[in-house]
């Protein structure tokens, strides 16, 4: 079998990776667990968009915010600490010590935006007349969603794919069990729909807890973590700091949107809106997310050998994975565009219904998006990802000025092509970035 699919990745393409008994493995754990929790999250949102148009409206808003804090901090803190940890985990004994860094790191980062959380609840209930409830399930379903970013980033980078798998089937499962119970004991509302989500990602985030803390299994003296810290903490803040302004850039293009449409339209298009960007990122984003954690560890590990043939080989893997995810996106939209009316109404109700070419570009549109993400490994596993600040920056600009205009002159379609063009801008950037990269620094 293992041999059938090696063959079948070489004649794809893809001759840089081989398979092996305990690759298959785990992505047999990823897959199934992908596929099961797609089941779930399409179950979750037929509940959640129960609430009508204008409470889902509601909802995109406030889950965008939780968006923010992790594009613009905790997912930077993800990405320095996944890309290091190849480095720092060299022994049982400086994996411990590595994790145990990160960890502290993340309580510290945790207490600081409890802080902000209980400003934000005060905020609420003073100034806009939201009830306790309300203030509180959302400030808590943000936080501890952000929280939750860095620490599944390291599971993967340390292939804990079956407990990654079991702990996201399981979290869908109490998402909807609790979802259930709230429909059929009161009026699903949107407070109750944040209050059942909250405390489904609760539970399992003290579960992730628990595994991280597992892995931390050699006892290291102080002076070695002092060490580590000050070598790992040095190279990981400078590598974080354009992902934290990439971050708020990556905020404004693909959470910007939905304020623009809130802005100009009404909410229940903000909710029409928000259904169809949660089709697309519950389906195919989720697939490419699979392919791409299979993947990203292998290709950081061969750059970090230091050995040219090996990093020819992760460049390889990236140019195969970057076609295979316009292939990917491409194939999808074309379903969405034939069936997309069939899937909004399974999902929820006829006033959910888009228009079928708006489904297609933007699911187009967000697949250039990934092309160009996937294409910028290349950046990352070289150490230098502040070569993409400038792209970044281009289409994000392009992206809002494009939203506000073209949401004024015609609405969600203005939207969807604003997405399609900065993306293209910033996919043909990217490889403009990549030729120069490795010219400089040949792989």
């Known amino acids: 079998m293992i041999k059938i699919l090696n063959r079948t990745l070489a004649l794809v393409g893809v001759k840089d990776l081989r398979l092996t008994n305990d690759h298959v493995a785990q992505l047999s754990w990823l ?7 797609l089941v779930l999250s399409l179950v979750s949102i037929k509940l959640t968009t129960s609430i009508g148009p204008v409470g889902y409206g509601q909802f995109v808003l406030i889950t965008s915010l939780g ?12 990405q320095g600490f996944v890309r290091y940890y190849f480095e720092f985990s060299k022994s049982e004994e400086q994996k411990s010590a590595y994790l145990r860094i990160v960890f502290n790191t993340l309580k510290i980062a945790a207490g600081i935006l409890c802080l902000i959380g209980i400003v934000a609840v005060v905020i609420g209930i003073i100034f806009f007349q939201k009830t306790v409830l309300f203030m509180v399930s959302a400030s808590v379903l943000i936080i501890i969603s952000v929280i939750s970013t860095p620490i599944a980033g390291l599971f993967n980078a340390m292939k804990l794919r079956r407990e990654i798998s079991i702990i996201q089937v399981l979290e869908k499962v109490f998402i909807v069990a609790f979802l ?12 109750f729909v944040m209050v059942a989500i909250t405390s489904s990602m609760a539970i399992f985030l003290v579960v992730r807890i628990w595994i991280y803390l597992k892995q931390i299994n050699v006892r290291s003296s102080k002076e070695s973590i002092n060490h580590l810290k000050s070598e790992s903490g040095k190279k990981i803040i400078v590598y974080c700091l354009p992902f934290i302004f990439w971050g708020w850039l990556s905020w404004f293009q693909f959470n910007g949107e939905r304020w623009v449409v809130n802005g100009f339209l009404t909410m229940t298009d903000v909710g029409k809106y928000g259904l169809s960007a949660s089709i697309v990122n519950n389906s195919v984003v989720l697939a490419y997310g699979v392919f791409i954690q299979f993947l990203t560890p292998s290709i950081y590990d ?7 043939a090996e990093k020819k080989k992760g460049y390889g893997l990236i140019k195969t994975a970057s076609l295979l ?4 996106f491409c194939a999808f939209g074309v379903l969405l565009y034939v069936g997309g009316e069939q899937i909004i109404h399974l999902l929820s ?7 079928a070419l708006l489904l297609f570009l933007l699911t187009v549109g967000l697949g250039i998006f990934y092309v160009g993400q996937t294409l910028a490994l290349v950046g990352f596993a070289l150490q230098k990802p502040s070569a993409y600040i ?6 994000a600009i392009l992206s809002m000025a494009g939203y506000i205009i073209g949401c004024m002159w015609i609405g969600l379609f203005g939207i969807v092509i604003s997405i399609l063009v900065s993306n293209v801008v910033y996919l043909v950037s990217v490889m403009l970035i990549n030729r120069k990269l490795l010219f400089t620094q040949p792989v």
């Not at 061969?302 to 040219?308: R, W």
């Not at 995810?325 to 990917?328: G, K």
């Not at 109700?349 to 228009?355: G, L, Q, R």
């Not at 400038?390 to 289409?395: E, Y």
Request: hydrophobic share 50%; net charge negative; charged share 15%.
């Open 67 to 78: 968006g923010l804090l992790s594009l613009s901090f905790f997912g930077p803190l993800e």
């Open 180 to 191: 259930l119970l709230a429909a059929a004991t009161m009026a699903l509302d949107l407070t």
């Open 349 to 355: 109700t006829k006033e959910y219904v888009i228009d």
């Open 302 to 308: 061969k750059f970090s050998t230091g050995n040219n």
């Open 325 to 328: 995810t316009f292939v990917l």
């Open 390 to 395: 400038i792209p970044k920056i281009v289409s």
């Open 31 to 37: 897959g199934w667990g992908q596929i099961i929790s």
